[in-house]
C-alpha cells in the first residue's frame, strides 16, 4: 500500500481488471458538456457536471467510467448520471420526485433558470456538482430545485474550532490537533453544501430534508475529491440565521469568524499605501486573488473618500452598521468588503466520523439542529392559558329595498313587498376560542362567515352592539350582538400601501422575525420583501398580509377567505407553517373560508363553525375524520 493511502473502512470496489488505467491531463467546461483530456492521448466528452478533474485516475470500458480516490484506494463508476426516487403522498395526489446529476441540455437550461433565486452567484469552488429535483406533476416547474455538493474551503473557523481533537480511523490516528497542516492535508475529507435552491413558490413543504437526503446519498456513493471519499458533509450560510432547515442530522458548529474585527486595519493599511504613492500602484501588489478583491475595495473607498470628505472609519461603521448611509454606487461596489460571520453545520458521513461528532456534542462543543432559531417575541398576555369564551353571538341585517320600476316588478312577481329587507345571518350561539389552536369557520356562500370574523373583532374590542356601514353601505344596517369573558387584541388582513417595500412594515420583532413568520406564510423569497408592495402578485400580497397579523402580536388573528386566493401546492405550504406558527405564539387563530373541504386536510383544525342559512351554526371540537 502507498504511504500515501489510509486504512479506511470503505469497502474496496475494484473493476475486474485494472489494466488500461490512466490519468486525466485537462478538462474543460463547455456551456453543455465537459471535454476530457487523457494521458494516453483519448478524448471525450461528458455530462457537463461529471464528478472528474485533473490528475483523477480512470478506467474507461464500455458503458462503464471507473475513477479511483486513491488516497482510499476505492474505485467508484461514475458513467451513470446519479439519481434517487422518490415517492411523496401530498393532497391526494401521489407525486414521484427524482433527484439527479444534470444530464441534458433541458434540465442544464432549467437549472441555470434557477440559479437567478441565489442571490450570492458563484456557488462551489473546485469540483461541484449540482443534484436537481423534478416530478412527474404536470403543475409544478419541471425543475423543483437544487442542491450543489462541493469541495470543501480550507478557511472555515467553526470548524477548525470544532474539528480541533483527536480524529481517528480504524484505530490510526488521523490527526491530534486541526492545525493548518492538518487542515491543508485532510480538508478534500470534507464536503460541502455551497448552494440550495427551491423554487419559492414550493418553500414550506417539506422538501428541503428531500433534497438534504440526496445531497447526503449522493456524497456517500459518489463523492471524492483529491483522492478521498467524505467522511464528513458541512453547509454554512447566512440564509441558515433566518430558515434553519438543517433538521437534526446536522449539528451547528458555531459561526465563521467574518472580517468584522480586522476589515479597517486591513483597508487602512492599503489606503495608506496607495494615498503614499499617490495612486493604487502604491499598494502592495501580488498575493492572488484575495489581495487583487482587497486592492480593488481599497480603490473604490479611496473614490468615494475623496468625493464625500468622509473618514475612512465613518465609511466602515457604515458598511458593518448602517449601509443605508452609503449612495448607491458606493454600496454596489463595497457591500462584499464586509463579511459577516455564518452559521456552520455539520455531519457525518462515516461511523467513525458519525462517533466523532456525536462526542463533540457530548463535550458541548456542538448542538444538534439549530442552535440559532430566535425565539419569537413575547405577545404580551400570551403566557396567560384562559380561553376566550364568546355567548349567544349574533348576526342581524336590515337593508333598503329598491324602488324602482324593476325592483316592484321583481317584488310582486315573487311575493316579498316591503320597504325593507329584515334577516337573521347567524343565529345566536356560543364557542370558544383557546390560545394556541385553530378553528376553521365553514360556510357556503352567504352563510355569514366574512360577518362572523368582523364580529369577532368587534366583540374582542369590547362593543356590545356594533354597525358595520363599510361592509353595507349607505342603506344597510349589520347588528352584531353578543359577548366574550375578556378583552382581546384581534388582528386580520389589513390594507397596505402600495408604495412602500414590504420591509418597510417589519415590526418590534426585527429582520429575523419578519423573515421566520413571512416563509411561515409562504413567502419566502427575499427580493420580494425589497420591492414595492404595489409589484406583488394577488396571491403573494395575501400571504403578506396573513403574516404582518402574526407580526403584530394579536392574541386572536382572524382570516376571511383564508388561503382561497393561492394555488393548491402553495395553500399547502402555509398550512403546514401556519400550524407551527400558532403553536408558538399561542395565538387563537381562525380561519373562515367557503372551500373548507381543500383547506380543512392541511390545516387540521382543532375545531370547526359550520353556518348554515337559515339554520343553527354547529361547533365541532374536534377535526372529523
Request: with cysteine; charged share 25%; proline share 4%.
Amino acid at each position: 500500500m502507498s504511504e500515501h493511502m489510509l486504512h479506511t473502512q470503505f469497502t474496496p470496489i475494484f473493476p475486474n481488471e485494472c489494466d488500461g488505467t490512466t490519468e486525466v491531463v485537462k478538462r474543460v467546461a463547455m456551456p453543455d458538456s465537459s471535454k476530457f483530456t487523457l494521458a494516453d492521448g483519448s478524448v471525450f466528452q461528458a455530462r457537463r457536471f461529471l464528478p472528474l478533474g485533473k490528475g483523477d485516475h480512470v478506467l474507461m470500458r464500455e458503458g462503464e467510467l471507473w475513477v479511483l480516490a486513491k488516497r482510499d484506494d476505492v474505485w467508484i463508476n461514475i458513467f451513470d448520471a446519479w439519481i434517487r426516487n422518490i415517492t411523496l403522498k401530498f393532497l391526494g395526489k401521489t407525486i414521484q420526485v427524482e433527484f439527479k446529476e444534470i444530464e441534458t441540455l433541458e434540465e442544464l437550461e432549467q437549472f441555470e433558470a434557477l440559479r437567478k433565486f441565489h442571490y450570492r452567484g458563484g456557488g462551489g469552488a473546485g469540483r461541484t456538482v449540482p443534484i436537481i429535483g423534478r416530478s412527474n406533476i404536470w403543475d409544478l416547474p419541471s425543475v423543483l430545485g437544487f442542491i450543489e455538493v462541493s469541495s470543501s474551503m480550507i478557511a472555515n473557523t467553526a470548524r477548525k474550532r470544532f474539528l480541533d481533537y483527536p480524529y481517528r480511523e480504524n484505530g490510526e490516528l488521523l490527526w491530534s490537533r486541526w492545525d493548518h497542516a492538518s487542515a491543508r492535508k485532510y480538508s478534500n475529507m470534507i464536503c460541502r453544501i455551497s448552494r440550495f435552491v427551491i423554487h419559492p413558490e414550493l418553500r414550506g413543504l417539506g422538501l428541503a430534508k428531500e433534497f438534504l437526503e440526496a445531497a447526503i446519498q449522493y456524497a456517500e456513493q459518489r463523492w471524492f475529491f483529491g483522492g478521498f471519499k467524505p467522511r464528513f458533509i458541512e453547509i454554512t450560510a447566512d440564509m441558515l440565521r433566518y430558515y434553519p432547515f438543517v433538521g437534526q442530522s446536522f449539528v451547528f458548529m458555531g459561526e465563521t469568524e467574518g472580517n468584522g474585527h480586522r476589515i479597517q486595519k486591513d483597508m487602512s493599511y492599503l489606503v495608506r499605501r496607495a494615498q503614499a504613492g499617490e495612486d493604487i500602484r502604491g499598494m502592495p501588489q501580488g498575493g492572488g486573488g484575495i489581495m487583487t478583491l482587497q486592492r480593488g475595495y481599497a480603490a473604490q473607498l479611496i473614490k468615494y473618500l475623496k468625493k464625500t470628505n468622509k473618514s475612512l472609519p465613518d465609511v466602515i461603521h457604515s458598511l458593518k452598521f448602517d449601509p443605508s448611509t452609503l449612495d448607491q454606487e458606493t454600496w454596489e461596489a463595497l457591500y462584499r468588503l464586509n463579511r459577516r460571520p455564518k452559521p456552520s453545520y455539520i455531519m457525518g458521513l462515516t461511523t467513525n466520523a458519525k462517533s466523532f461528532v456525536s462526542e463533540r456534542c457530548e463535550n458541548h462543543y456542538a448542538t444538534v439542529g439549530s442552535a440559532i432559531e430566535k425565539e419569537p417575541c413575547a405577545v404580551e398576555g400570551s403566557e396567560e392559558q384562559e380561553p376566550f369564551i364568546f355567548t349567544g353571538i349574533s348576526v342581524h341585517a336590515r337593508a333598503q329595498m329598491a324602488q324602482s320600476r324593476e325592483a316592484r316588478s321583481l317584488q310582486d312577481s315573487f311575493g316579498f313587498v316591503g320597504s325593507e329587507l329584515d334577516a337573521t345571518i347567524i343565529q345566536p350561539f356560543d364557542f370558544t376560542l383557546a390560545p394556541g389552536t385553530i378553528t376553521l369557520i365553514c360556510g357556503g356562500s352567504g352563510s355569514g362567515k366574512t360577518l362572523l370574523v368582523q364580529a369577532l373583532s368587534q366583540l374582542s374590542d369590547g362593543q356590545k352592539h356594533a354597525c358595520d356601514t363599510e361592509i353595507c353601505g349607505e342603506n344597510a344596517e349589520v347588528h352584531i350582538a353578543g359577548e366574550i369573558n375578556r378583552i382581546a387584541s384581534v388582528g386580520g388582513l389589513e390594507s397596505i400601501p402600495g408604495h412602500i417595500a414590504s420591509l418597510d412594515l417589519i415590526g418590534k420583532g426585527g429582520l429575523e422575525e419578519f423573515l421566520k413568520v413571512t416563509a411561515s406564510c409562504g413567502l419566502a423569497e427575499p427580493q420580494l420583501f425589497v420591492r414595492p408592495v404595489s409589484t406583488l402578485s394577488s396571491g403573494q400580497m395575501y400571504r403578506l398580509q396573513i403574516a404582518l397579523a402574526f407580526l403584530k402580536h394579536s392574541q386572536i388573528v382572524a382570516v376571511d377567505n383564508f388561503c382561497e386566493p393561492l394555488d393548491a401546492f402553495t395553500m399547502a405550504a402555509v398550512c403546514r407553517r401556519i400550524r407551527h406558527l400558532v403553536r408558538e405564539y399561542n395565538v387563537a387563530f381562525v380561519a373562515a373560508t367557503a372551500s373548507y373541504d381543500r383547506v380543512g386536510s392541511v390545516l387540521q383544525p382543532d375545531q370547526r363553525i359550520l353556518l348554515r342559512r337559515g339554520d343553527s351554526a354547529i361547533v365541532l371540537e374536534d377535526s372529523p375524520q
